[in-house]
């Protein structure tokens, strides 16, 4: 049985996937003078990711307690990127089978001691870990989107040890997070449970004609006082990234509506992602180069 990673803040952190949410993730490693290795196999994405992260860097590592900002670096080999990290975080798109693909490369790649963690925001781990030699050293740390939001979901995959959870959470913390523990395996973890059920009433509310997403978004921040609506919201995360995770609860639960996939499905179809393609239910967003 291994130990819980030994000097971490000597170690790097390595994120997989360089995407919306796995350079954001690297982001927040960054805040402690440490390094950070992204990995991710289009060289122009994982380049788009570091630049992300240099430019976000000196701020946000001023709003963590003794922040200090570190180094971040591509690396295009997933084996090389994740030699002597402390903690790997997968965060590549919500498909199942390059999960497990990616898990079972991650039970030999990542050094001994090192945590094992998934970013998935529909996926329990144990659907990609079971077989694995490693798993007791593989969860869920599921976050949302960070630097603005710095929640995130801890999950075992059903094997995880005790020492490996309680590092995590007594750990994450020195990068500015907020870990809450998910106490039983649950499909959406805590508040993306809750956040689902407004999600999909309100993509209902707009594809049975009775509203638009502009109306529903200011009346969601009237009534909430938020900056955002649900809509808006949407746009942040992707709406590709949206779909799957509504195809995922259907396939879970057959009796939820049609009407929010079908609604995701003309925007997806029509290349209008959200933020990362300059257009979605907004067209409002800088056009990508």
């Not at 196999?41 to 900002?69: C, K, M």
């Not at 960070?146 to 995880?160: I, K, R, Y």
């Not at 502009?214 to 809509?231: C, H, I």
């Amino acid at each position: 049985m291994s130990s819980v990673p030994q000097n971490h803040r000597q170690r790097p952190v390595t994120v997989i996937g360089a995407g919306t949410l796995g350079r954001r993730i690297a982001l927040m490693f960054a805040t402690r003078g440490g390094t950070v290795r992204i990995t991710d196999p289009h060289a122009e994405t994982g380049a788009a990711a570091v630049a992300f992260v240099r430019e976000q860097l000196p701020a946000v590592a001023a709003q963590v307690t003794d922040g200090s900002p570190g180094a971040v670096e591509y690396e295009s080999d997933q084996a090389t990127a994740v030699a002597g990290a402390w903690l790997v975080v997968e965060a590549v798109p919500e498909i199942l089978d390059l999960k497990k693909q990616i898990f079972a490369q991650l039970d030999t790649q990542a050094d001994a001691d090192a945590i094992v963690s998934s970013n998935s925001s529909s996926y329990a781990s144990r659907l990609f870990t079971e077989g694995l030699r490693t798993r007791d050293r593989m969860l869920n740390t599921h976050f949302y989107m960070p630097p603005q939001s710095t929640v995130l979901d801890v999950m075992s995959d059903g094997e995880t040890r005790q020492d490996v959870l309680d590092f995590v959470l007594e750990t994450l913390p020195e990068y500015g997070l907020h870990p809450f523990l998910c106490r039983e395996e649950s499909t959406g973890f805590i508040f993306n449970r809750i956040w689902a059920a407004i999600k999909r009433e309100a993509l209902e509310v707009v594809y049975e004609g009775v509203s638009i997403p502009e109306d529903v978004d200011e009346m969601f921040a009237l009534n909430f006082g938020t900056k955002a609506g649900p809509f808006r919201m949407m746009d942040q995360v992707g709406l590709d990234v949206v779909l799957d995770i509504e195809d995922h609860y259907a396939k879970e639960n057959p009796n939820l509506p049609d009407g929010p996939r079908a609604l995701l499905h003309r925007y997806v179809d029509a290349g209008k992602l959200g933020v990362k393609t300059g257009e979605g239910f907004y067209d409002d967003y800088p056009k990508p180069k």
